[in-house]
């Protein structure tokens, strides 16, 4: 029976889930490893190298077996050595009633004079390099039940809690993290213990949050539409969810058939550390279970005129801030739809320095011509993405001539119009699950906003070339398919 530091990652990354931690345990075939997971993979190890850079001398503990490992470890730790990398931590321990053996492999362990004087407890200082830019337990509690974990293990190693915890994190800080001592984390190994070595499976309530890039997803989500679980409505939170299970509505059907919208905005679910009643939502989530009951759209408001004669699809690709200090955008992709479609029109961000405000640049080159052949034309997005990121690039690189902001002033979200107006019977309102709801079918067989992030990275550690171009082609395809299943949606709204 053991347990590894990262089987904190998988229970509470992406939300808590004790039945991932049983099947990861069992080795239930999870999803394949996707390009973008091994981009992630590449840009994390990139980041540990270069703190490790700045550390000077080191010990490299990473290669050789478990037992060997341990056991240097436990010797370098002895001898005073300033660097660690990669040592290996090792424990037993007495969970439920059966002796569980405790791994974990921290990035680095520092004696106290290399970082700071240890204040407290044994003289070293344990961290350990993220990507996340957030360090708060709110938004990534594996992060911190990580590094208590290593605190735990350099305690029975050493007899005592090292100097602190610290995590390297994505914008270069050390960020310290408390070490909450040797009961509370064995009380969370309490709890994880009795998910990885349960008799049966944990019973689990699925979410799009929770389970969207879970490895386990093509296992938990079939059985949960098999079982047409009231889980799957549209605005049913985990809170909610659960409490329906709990009084004995298991299904959209049930709920559909069973509650009153006064009488599920009464009902109390939990909320954070309390609870909170459903209130005003109630009629949303009742309609959208009845959409998902009877197979068929249901009305909840109006939906605009969409008088305009064309509209520009707008969408963006951009990488999340991993390795930058901002979102990069790599694509912007325009295109008219209307009376008077036009071409694909995209901006591509190049690969040399300067590639980013080229990209932006050639963005307010394109929207400006639109602007000045069709006058104030609607920019149509899904979300809240192109917003953010066309006021976020506003604020970085400026905006001659003012077009940014007039693309602001015609932004037109199809999300909110299309979640206001009609309940779906639909399980997410995403583009991707909407578009196929209206009928739209796309040309690739890969395609997706985290495959095109990876191909764009594959794309930019190339030399210039055909094999370069050829993927540069792939990532514009998509982003054409993604304006023309915009269009899609727009004209089936348009025809209600």
């Known amino acids: 029976m053991r347990i590894i530091a990262t089987d904190f990652h998988t229970l509470l990354s992406p939300a808590q889930c004790e039945r991932r931690v049983y099947l990861d345990a069992r080795a239930t075939e999870a ?49 005073g050595e300033a660097v660690l990398y990669q040592g290996e931590l090792r424990a037993e321990i007495d969970l439920g009633g059966k002796t569980w053996t405790v791994v974990g492999a921290p990035d680095f362990i520092l004696l106290g004079a290399c970082g700071k004087p240890s204040g407290k407890g044994g003289a070293h200082i344990i961290r350990d ?23 735990w293990l350099y305690e029975k190693t050493l007899g005592a809690p090292p100097a602190g915890l610290e995590v390297h994190a994505g914008d270069g800080s050390i960020v310290p993290i408390d070490y909450p001592g040797a009961a509370a984390v064995e009380a969370r190994l309490e709890a994880l213990a009795a998910a990885k070595g349960a008799a049966t499976e944990p019973p689990a309530i699925v979410g799009r949050t929770k389970c969207g890039d879970c490895a386990f997803n093509d296992d938990c989500w079939p059985r949960a539409e098999a079982a047409r679980d009231v889980a799957l409505v549209y605005g049913a939170d985990q809170g909610l969810a659960r409490q329906l299970h709990a009084d004995g509505t298991h299904t959209y059907d049930a709920l559909a058939a069973d509650y009153t919208e ?28 009845r959409a998902l009951s009877t197979g068929k759209p249901q009305r ?13 699809m707008f969408d963006l690709e951009g990488i999340p801030p991993y390795t930058e200090p901002e979102t990069l955008i790599y694509l912007w992709g325009m295109q008219v739809y209307g009376q008077s479609p036009g071409p694909f029109l995209p901006a591509l961000a190049g690969f040399d320095d300067q590639g980013d405000e080229h990209g932006w640049n050639e963005f307010l080159r394109i929207a400006g011509d639109l602007f000045r052949e069709h006058g104030d034309i609607p920019f149509v997005h899904w979300h809240s993405y192109e917003r953010t990121h066309v006021t976020a690039y506003m604020d970085h690189y400026g905006d001659p001539g ?20 009609l309940a779906l019977p639909v399980t997410s309102y995403s583009l991707k699950v909407i578009e196929q709801y209206v009928g739209f079918e796309r040309s690739q067989e890969e395609f997706g906003g985290t495959w095109s992030i990876a191909q764009y990275m594959a794309a930019q550690e190339m030399k210039p070339g055909a094999e370069r171009d050829a993927i540069v082609a792939e990532i514009l395809k998509y982003n054409e398919e993604d304006l023309a299943a915009t269009w899609a949606v727009l004209d089936w709204l348009r025809g209600l």
Request: hydrophobic letters at 45%; aromatic letters at 6%; glycine letters at 12%.
């Open 129 to 151: 390099s993220k990507l996340a830019r957030r360090i708060a337990d709110k938004d990534h509690p594996e992060i911190f039940r990580q590094l208590e974990l290593y605190g």
């Open 300 to 312: 909840l408001g109006p939906l605009p005129a969409f008088a305009e004669k064309n509209y520009v």
């Open 402 to 421: 003012g077009i940014a902001a007039r693309v602001l002033d015609n932004l037109l979200d199809l999300l909110p119009i299309t979640r206001g107006a």
């Open 262 to 289: 006064d009488a599920l905005a009464d009902l109390s679910r939990p909320w954070g550390q309390g609870s909170q009643r459903v209130g005003s939502a109630a009629g949303a989530i009742l309609t959208g279970a």
């Open 31 to 79: 999803a394949e490893v996707s390009e973008f997971d091994e981009w992630l993979f590449a840009a994390g190890a990139a980041h540990e190298a270069g703190h490790l850079a700045t550390l000077g001398p080191y010990v490299d503990l990473g290669e050789g077996g478990e037992d060997d490992r341990v056991a240097r470890t436990g010797a370098a730790l002895k001898s």
